[in-house]
């Protein structure tokens, strides 16, 4: 029996490290993209309550940029941002480590999800605030099972994982509710504070975000709602699509095979696991309906949050069937997204994820710290800005009427194909660079620089021009 442990431990602590060395190699070639520079930017330049007024229109949370203003704040040199990745890095590796020596999965389904393309790719390399779900999810998975014992520390790690992303919120509700029903049902005052606690936590995040799709220009302005049944199966393709990377009627029919697998066993093992799964699915669906796109680092969390519930009913399931057909379903919706998986860990390793740290480096090494520097979409130069040391080499967008770093979520943002106001500028300024993205490129005046072929999409890839007054 020892020896059969020691085996066990040999091989989960043996994946563990090829784990970390596979997803640090991918973090070494990974370029910061805009919505990771976002983050850094703002942790960076506001202070606790400009970053506090700022989160409204960022509908973010506002624990991942405590953790990193610490970073942001003391580090200046022009690659800081590179102790972000490495703290996210470190985060999801941990969260791995969680999943191996804790989880009661087994090693099969543990492989499978560490080789997934949330755990190989999305979480690890791209540093954003989805790196504490895991975590955090895994912890409120060991607790659930204590949480009357240790009422306090189950409300604290619920109420951090609220405070990673408004995505989980829903997760989130639904624990606190039926513990709250927990509580009122068996009259057992000793958790109550906790579950007032949770609750007030939530219903404050809801009066805080509350108006912020109305207060991100782009969300209000850009986002095309579903609406009825229609929209519905239009959104679960798209939802498909993000977590696998590809859709068919095939994969469409087995990932609602799954769910409904789920939901079954949730049902009849633990009804509030059920209600958790329930809620957590039509939430994220109606978020995906008519409040924010999809991507796939959010999809993933369909696959992810299910594995939690399975974690919390395990123990309430002796059937071996059962547990089997549970061990195939999983191990096959996370092996599904491998190759999506891979194929974006090779791009990201041969080519450049973003084009914004070469296009900084360009900046520093050929452009004088006093230039007038004119952005056409401040959406996309943030990669630049987060490689750029703080107050050097500022950027300027005639929507703001000002220099900037980060984006402005509640202040109009031109459409990138409109053209720059170059000759009022350059009434100002002798020489003008612009730097441009998305494909708004001039085409009768050369590009002094020309970022190389990009990973993620056309708005990462940057065309610097220099122009001049005659």
Same mark, same amino acid.
């Given at each position: 029996?020892?020896?059969?442990? !020691?085996?066990?431990n ?5 994946? *563990? ?5 596979? @997803?640090? /190699?991918?973090? *070494? ?10 983050a850094?930017? /703002?942790?960076?330049? =506001?202070?606790?309550?400009?970053l506090?007024?700022?989160? #409204? ?17 003391? $580090? ?8 972000? #990745? ?27 999800? =560490? ?23 895994? $912890? ?14 189950y409300?604290? +790690? ?14 989130? &509700? ?8 927990? +509580?009122?049902?068996?009259?057992? %005052?000793?958790?109550?504070? &906790?579950?007032?606690?949770i609750?007030? +936590? ?57 769910? =409904?697998f789920?939901?079954?066993?949730? !049902? @009849? ?14 939430? #994220? ?28 009913? !395990? &123990?309430?399931?002796?059937? %071996? ?32 994820? &973003? ?32 490689y =750029? ?6 950027i ?9 770093? !980060? @984006? ?23 020489t ?32 610097i ?6």
């Amino acid at each position: 029996m020892e020896k059969l442990f !020691y085996k066990k431990n040999i091989a989960k602590t043996l994946l *563990l490290i090829f784990y970390a060395i596979f @997803t640090f /190699v991918v973090l *070494l070639h990974h370029e910061i993209w805009a919505d990771e520079a976002q983050a850094w930017l /703002v942790a960076r330049d =506001l202070n606790i309550f400009e970053l506090f007024a700022h989160l #409204q229109s960022e509908g973010h949370p506002i624990f991942w940029y405590l953790l990193i203003m610490p970073f942001a704040k003391l $580090l200046h040199f022009s690659n800081a941002i590179f102790s972000m #990745q490495v703290l996210n890095w470190f985060i999801m590796l941990t969260g791995a480590g969680f999943l191996l020596f804790k989880s009661p999965f087994s090693l099969p389904v543990k492989t499978s999800v =560490l080789l997934s393309s949330g755990f190989l790719f999305w979480y690890p390399v791209n540093a954003r605030n989805y790196c504490l779900i895991p975590i955090l999810l895994f $912890l409120t998975a060991v607790l659930y099972e204590k949480r009357k014992k240790h009422p306090f520390l189950y409300a604290g +790690v619920i109420i951090l994982l609220a405070n990673t992303h408004v995505i989980m919120f829903g997760v989130c &509700s639904a624990l606190a509710f039926m513990f709250l029903f927990e +509580v009122i049902k068996e009259k057992d %005052k000793k958790p109550l504070y &906790s579950c007032c606690a949770i609750l007030a +936590v939530l219903f404050g995040m809801i009066l805080y975000f509350w108006g912020a799709q109305d207060a991100n220009f782009i969300v209000q302005n850009s986002y095309p709602h579903s609406l009825g049944i229609a929209g519905f199966f239009e959104t679960y393709k798209k939802v498909v699509l993000n977590i696998f990377g590809f859709s068919n009627f095939l994969n469409i029919s087995l990932f609602t095979l799954f769910l =409904l697998f789920c939901a079954f066993v949730f !049902y @009849t093992k633990d009804k509030k696991i059920f209600f958790v799964f329930l809620f957590n699915f039509a939430f #994220q669906m109606g978020i995906y309906m008519y409040v924010w796109m999809i991507h796939p680092p959010r999809a993933y969390l369909l696959l992810l949050v299910p594995l939690f519930c399975f974690w919390c009913v !395990y &123990s309430k399931t002796e059937n %071996k069937k059962l547990k089997i057909a549970a061990n195939i379903f999983l191990i096959l919706m996370f092996l599904i997204t491998v190759p999506d998986g891979l194929k974006l860990a090779k791009l990201d390793y041969l080519y450049e994820f &973003s084009g914004g740290q070469k296009a900084a480096e360009y900046i520093k090494n050929n452009i004088p710290q006093d230039a007038f520097i004119v952005s056409n979409f401040p959406l996309s130069t943030t990669a630049v800005s987060a490689y =750029l040391p703080k107050d050097r080499w500022k950027i300027y967008y005639d929507g703001y009427k000002n220099f900037y770093t !980060y @984006t402005i979520w509640n202040k109009p943002i031109a459409h990138p194909s409109e053209p720059i106001p170059l000759f009022e500028m350059l009434k100002q300024h002798k020489t003008v660079y612009a730097i441009l993205s998305t494909g708004a490129f001039y085409t009768d005046i050369q590009p002094v620089y020309e970022s190389n072929k990009t990973v993620l999409r056309d708005q990462e890839k940057f065309r610097i021009y220099k122009i001049e007054r005659k």
